[in-house]
């Protein structure tokens, strides 16, 4: 090897044997905090011990005492509200993102691999939802069927598929004309076998990596709508119809709309960096290219290939 | 030139779809449009046909959307089921405001995110670029609706410094453009600095020192402008967010802009408005990334080689 | 042909005063495994129109020698002993301002690849401008322009002008280098570093290019360090020649003096490691076992001992001292090769192969493989909007047979063609008129079932090992996919062949479960025999099976190649640029340009005595190890660039670069003709057996 090519390799193998420790530790604390959140998603009981619903005489307390959050108008325990309002946001950006991530791959896989017509049909329909913002996209679906959850995962599943659909169709075609792929089809292997034991390994690394970025945009996207008041409905708790019902009462009551937003941020935060312990897991080579993908803000752009 | 005619020509199909969908919304909503356009008048059933053959509402769908097709080349909008209006007035009289938020936080991005990130990509691991990368990383994590209340509540009603709410001056402008700008102002220091350490490792560095350029001029004259290929389609690529992020930040700071109308109208569901928002803001879309496609190919001539896939 | 590489041959230079000086030389690159000293102790000077070749492989601190000159060195490399003088100024301690004024105006540097080292998002002449305008302030644009144009018609540039407003990609790879030259060059040095600057050109434009700084050395008055790794460039264009492995210099001689009696074991390696015109094929090239070593902590050795079979213990203890054995001649070897060892077999490294081992010269005969009249065209993209897509001619109207046992090779340069007639021999690409046939039977279009039963009888190599192994796949998976994927055989079956193959091709048992990215270069293509191998096929094409090698390794790889086709009794169609390779190997030669066969015959023949004008300037642009050809290669060369396949020149295409054209050439297309037995050639005006002697 030239020497350029030793010195490379000796930093990239130093990174790894370093960090294995530091790895360790940090994919422990990972699995800790991912199965925090799916219990607060599953039992939220497990960390509540009140009702967020229960009203009370104690209302407008500052944070404090009984009441780690403080309360609201009616007396109701912030914290409990919280820990319950996970929940609609969890399940809102999850499903959204699984929804998005099966539409997008199947819809890009047909775009990859059929015939030229059909292609240019199925991208021109991606390109056009492309060109449409994802706020806009979820309002008119839910000014059209309707506020609440579920809404929210199905305007948040249609609005990034063309995403997913983008990233998988050109992901499949730059993976057909590799050379690995060109050896199989010269051994006689059939398309199906090609196409499962040689483009599905590679692409679900891209589509894991996609995943892992899409759940933090989907977390802003889901909780936005809830803060123009189209996710649940009050008394119902949830972070973002929190925050808006609070805004009103910034000067006197801050803890009303702070504790959820800072739940909101903790949560991005969480997705985020979960996403890029998921991406040293897979490739620990670390190919640049994906940490510039999410710093992008993820699946809804479409730039052309970084040059080598 | 016929870089440029092939990218207009490549976005007409683009076009042409968002009209198709914008004008099948009306027929997705649940509910009579005749009906609702005349929602609390009292109007006679005999009346409601009336407006119905007027609206075209009994012919064939395909004819239907030739119709609209025919009154977007004019011009036309349709009329706001609300005020009566003409919806393209309506929309245009609100964009000021709105174009005046959305410049600002990308200008806000650009003039935070930019410097940033090539200080950070130039000395990595320094404590300049931990610092960068840590506000960086929050910067994308803090909803700009939550950092909006948090500027509000710190410099409007603790320090008194800025309006909470529009009142009209460019002073009522900066929070609402900071908590807009700021998240897009963290992914550009990220992309940037990404890119500024990979440019100093690329080969026509080592060429362009071989030739005796100062540093100075490696940054300036080669490594920025490479770096800034990806921020500037970035821009383009995320002005649709960034539009309907101001259409939220115009609701908390109370600013009249086309977002807030548009909010209202898609609750009260008056359709016409919704559609033409979606003709209005999916053009201006196609059109920005054709200005940031001619704006990346005037600086990396290699891209108009390269039509875009698909 | 016989090589008399005399004194006598060599020009008398008149050499200006020493330029540079260079020192015990030592460098280091921190890396967190350890520090890397790439080069360690190296002393050697230049003076003023003198070409001093640093020649070594990958890995022997060549390149960082180099660069260290204008401390050009990567992240984390220093200096750290030794000195570098240049014009009685110390370079290693210069500060980096006063070094910046000697970058680009005394001292200047070429590089290797010229697409990634000139800035793809400005003109050339900006680029230009910034290199003259740094360091003549005050220069106006129009001044820097107007020097810009001068220097590049000084480097032969076509249409200098209009280059200025061109950018990087718009260009050929000839072009681009020698605007690098160009840029190098504005401020008249005095010295030239040359990084590799041939490597990644073609072989025409390779000639061309070291011929122009001959040529600028003359009239400049410059010094020339030619970092390269190939023994051909050195010896028609260095004057001097030292030879660095593992980050010290083994041996440096005048080149005559090189060439005529090496004396260190690894350059005595090198030589005997390459597939000359004049190498017998009845011998198997000495291949050096093992690899470089890693230049990290090093004890005191002769860094060569791992490999060296003339090894003995000092050499493994202790550090080599250099010995001059004649004037400008030293070396650093405890057991230097004898002067004279033309019949002491045992002094050689390379091995007589038995006869058992050699596979029948020319094969048996019968036709195998027919290539009838096929074409391939490709329909690209317009750039201008409304035009029709433009045909891309990639192949034209080829028509060969390959002979049951022969090793017939294709050889051209980029654009040839020769890697689609491969791919289409093979199935994976269909010619887009005309057939393949195998055995008689049509292949040309086939069903997946025919495919399958095809691929049992052709497999292809290909060019790229390493994205042609899936990086998911083990070795074992990788070579038994296509029984899998054909359904053939049991599980014990196929791990009793993988096992076969892997020990035939030469790799550890271990290797089995590993990934194909843990393998360096030359174990890939092991890997990738092997899969070629498994089905059993008659006919392998291997597209340019080595071209990615280091020398040493090269030789390991064709000697497998040609033991496994004795063993297998295997058909081979080698494409490759490597005129000498194909020398070496094939039985026939196959002479590809732009799309179409010009030439046809039995290598020696071909070699010999060329008969189309392009084969007898690519033969004598070829970098030949033997410096006392170096007179008469002058000017023997290929002029022009390749003209594009999407626009081929009408009649004959050769005919834009072509001394011997005429109107005829321009009307009617020469068909391939048989003269003089098999040899067969597609020109109006063949050359004769007296006209192709070398002139």
């Known amino acids: 090897m030239s020497t350029l090519a030793i010195a490379r390799a000796a930093r990239a193998a130093r990174r790894s044997t370093r960090s294995r420790y530091g790895r360790t530790v940090t994919s422990v604390l990972m699995v800790i905090i991912l199965l925090v959140f799916l219990l607060l998603l599953v039992h939220p009981g497990l960390f509540a011990h009140t009702s967020p619903l229960d009203n009370s005489d104690d209302s407008l307390a500052a944070p404090g005492g009984s009441h780690l959050f403080g309360t609201d108008q009616l007396g109701r325990d912030i914290y409990s509200r919280v820990i319950y309002g996970a929940r609609p946001v969890l399940a809102a950006s999850l499903g959204g993102v699984l929804l998005a991530m099966l539409a997008g791959v199947a819809i890009g896989l047909i775009g990859g691999t059929a015939p030229r017509l059909i292609r240019g049909v199925v991208m021109r329909i991606v390109d056009v939802l492309l060109a449409l913002p994802v706020l806009l996209i979820a309002l008119i679906l839910i000014a059209t069927i309707g506020a609440g959850v579920k809404s929210i995962i199905l305007a ?145 752009t479409s730039l052309p290939e970084e040059k080598a | 030139m016929s870089f440029v005619l092939r990218r207009l020509l490549a976005s007409i199909p683009v076009i042409i779809g968002v009209t198709i969908v914008a004008f099948l919304l009306i027929h997705l909503v ?13 109007a006679s059933p005999e009346q409601i046909d009336e407006l119905r053959n007027q609206l075209g509402l009994t012919q064939p769908l395909w004819q239907q959307y030739f119709d609209f097709f025919g009154q977007l080349l004019h011009g036309d909008l349709g009329t706001s089921y609300v005020t009566h209006n003409s919806v393209a007035y309506e929309l245009v009289s609100r964009t000021p405001s709105t174009l005046a938020l959305t410049g600002t936080a990308m200008l806000v991005a650009v003039v935070i995110g930019v410097p940033l990130g090539l200080v950070a990509g130039l000395r990595p691991n320094s404590v300049v670029d931990n610092i960068a990368r840590f506000v960086s990383f929050i910067g994308v994590a803090i909803p700009y609706f939550f950092l909006a209340l948090l500027l509000v509540l710190v410099f409007a009603f603790h320090l008194n410094w800025l309006p909470a709410i529009d009142n009209g001056t460019s002073s009522g402008l900066i929070l609402p453009a900071i908590s807009l700008g700021w998240g897009y102002a963290a992914i550009l220091t990220r992309l940037i600095r990404g890119r500024v350490i990979d440019e100093y490792r690329s080969d026509y560095v080592r060429s362009a020192r071989g030739r005796g350029c100062s540093e100075l001029r490696v940054l300036l004259a080669h490594v920025f402008r490479n770096s800034s290929i990806p921020a500037v389609t970035m821009i383009g690529l995320q002005f649709g967010n960034i539009l309907t992020g101001a259409a939220v930040t115009e609701v908390i700071f109370g600013r009249a802009g086309v977002g807030s109308f548009l909010a209202t109208s898609i609750t009260s569901k008056n359709i016409p408005v919704v559609q033409g928002a979606i003709v209005l803001i999916g053009l201006s879309y196609i059109l920005i990334n054709l200005v940031v496609d001619l704006v990346v190919g005037a600086i990396d001539p290699r891209t108009q080689l390269a039509t875009a896939s698909a | 042909m016989t090589a008399t590489s005399s004194a006598a041959a060599t020009p008398t230079t008149q050499y200006g005063e020493t330029v540079l000086s260079i020192r015990d030389l030592q460098v280091e690159i921190r890396t967190p495994n350890g520090v890397v000293r790439p080069v360690d102790g190296v002393t050697f000077s230049v003076r003023a129109g003198e070409t001093v070749g640093i020649v070594g492989e990958s890995g022997s601190g060549k390149t960082m020698t180099g660069m260290s000159v204008l401390q050009l060195l990567p992240a984390g490399g220093s200096i750290v002993g030794g000195s570098i003088e240049f014009d009685g100024h110390e370079l290693t301690t210069m500060s980096l301002s006063a070094l910046r004024r000697l970058r680009g105006n005394d001292i200047a540097a070429v590089f290797q690849d010229p697409m990634t080292s000139l800035n793809p998002t400005r003109t050339i002449g900006s680029q230009l401008r910034e290199a003259y305008r740094i360091h003549r302030p005050g220069t106006s644009i129009a001044e820097a322009n107007r020097r810009a144009e001068e220097v590049l018609s000084l480097v032969r540039m076509p249409r200098p002008k209009e280059r200025l407003k061109d950018y990087p990609h718009q260009l050929s790879g000839g072009m681009r280098q020698r605007a690098m030259i160009a840029i190098a060059l504005l401020c008249e040095p005095r010295l030239l570093i040359a990084d590799e600057p041939t490597t990644a050109l073609d072989v025409s434009i390779q000639a061309q290019i070291l011929e122009l700084l001959d040529d600028l050395k003359a009239r400049l008055g ?268 049991s599980r014990s079956e196929r791990r009793a062949k993988v096992m076969e193959l892997i020990d035939a091709v030469g790799l550890p048992r271990t290797a089995a479960q590993r990934r194909a990215y843990e393998f360096s270069g030359g174990q890939r293509q092991r890997i990738a025999m092997a899969r070629a191998l ?122 834009t670069r072509c001394p011997l054209a005429t109107d005829l050439c321009a009307t009617e297309e020469p068909a391939l003709v048989l003269r003089d037995g098999p040899h067969a050639v597609a020109c109006h005006y063949p050359l004769t057996t007296d006209g192709a002697a070398r002139e």
């Open chain 1, 156 to 300: 948040l599943g249609v609005a990034y598929t063309p995403g997913f659909a983008r990233v998988v169709e050109a992901s499949v075609r730059k993976l057909r004309s590799i050379e690995y792929v060109q050896a199989a089809k010269m051994f006689g292997s059939s398309g199906l076998r090609t196409a499962v034991r040689h483009l599905l390994p590679n692409l679900v690394t891209e589509v894991v990596v996609m995943v892992s970025s899409a759940v933090g945009w989907a977390v802003l996207t889901a909780t936005t709508l809830s803060f123009l008041g189209l996710g649940v409905q009050l008394p119902n708790p949830d972070w973002g119809s929190d925050l808006a019902a609070g805004a009103t009462s910034l000067s006197t009551a801050w803890w009303l709309s702070t504790f959820p937003g800072i739940a909101i941020t903790v949560t991005i935060l969480v997705a985020n960096f979960a996403g890029d312990w998921v991406m040293t897991l897979i490739d620990p080579s670390g190919r640049r290219a994906w940490t510039r993908f999410r710093a992008l803000g993820g699946l809804r």
């Open chain 2, 30 to 42: 649940p509910g009579d449009p005749a009906q609702a356009m005349l929602f609390g008048s009292n």
């Open chain 3, 222 to 489: 410059m010094g020339i360090i030619l970092v390269t790794h190939d023994l051909g460039v050195i010896a028609g264009h260095a004057d001097k020649v030292a030879v660095m492995y593992g980050g010290r210099i083994v041996e440096e001689a005048p080149t005559a003096e090189l060439f005529a009696s090496p004396r260190h074991r690894y350059t005595q390696a090198l030589f005997e490691s390459m597939p000359t015109m004049e190498l017998d094929s009845g011998r198997a090239l000495a291949s050096i076992p093992g690899l470089p070593p890693q230049l990290i902590d090093l004890p005191p050795m002769c860094r060569f001992a791992p490999r060296c079979r003339f090894a003995s213990e000092d050499c493994r203890t202790e550090n080599p001292e250099a010995v001059e054995v004649a004037p400008g001649h030293t070396h650093s070897c405890f057991h230097p090769k004898p002067t004279d060892i033309a019949d002491a077999e045992d002094e050689h490294l390379y091995t007589v192969l038995a006869a058992e081992d050699l596979p029948t010269r020319g094969g048996t005969g019968r036709t195998l493989v027919t290539l009838d009249a096929i074409e391939k065209q490709y329909r690209i993209k317009n750039p201008s909007a409304f035009k029709p897509r433009r045909i891309l001619h990639a192949v034209s109207q080829v028509s060969l047979d390959v002979i049951e046992g022969e090793t017939l090779g294709i050889v051209g340069e980029s654009g040839s063609g020769k890697t689609t007639v491969g791919r289409m021999l093979v199935g994976l690409e269909t010619p887009t008129s005309g057939a393949v046939r195998f055995d008689g039977r049509d292949i040309s279009r086939l069903s997946r079932a025919g495919q399958q039963s095809r691929s049992g009888n052709l497999q292809l190599m290909f060019q790229d090992s390493a994205a042609a192994l899936d990086p998911r796949m083990n070795v074992a998976d990788l070579i038994t996919e296509p029984l899998a994927a054909q359904h053939l055989g």
């Open chain 3, 534 to 655: 498994v089905l059993r096929p008659k006919v392998v094409v291997a597209d340019e099976p080595v071209s990615a090698l280091d020398v040493s390794i090269q030789a390991q790889i064709l000697n497998l190649m040609r033991s496994l086709q004795a063993k297998y009794s295997l058909t081979y169609v080698v494409i490759s640029h490597d005129l000498s390779l194909l020398r070496y190997l094939s039985d026939r030669i196959g002479v590809m340009y732009l799309g179409k066969l010009v030439e046809l015959g039995p290598s020696a023949g071909v070699y010999a005595a060329p008969r189309h004008p392009y084969t007898a300037g690519l033969i004598a642009s070829v970098p030949i190890p033997d410096p006392g050809l170096r007179e008469h290669k002058q000017k023997a060369g290929l002029t022009g660039e390749i003209a594009s396949a999407i626009d081929p020149p009408s009649g004959c295409r050769f005919r």
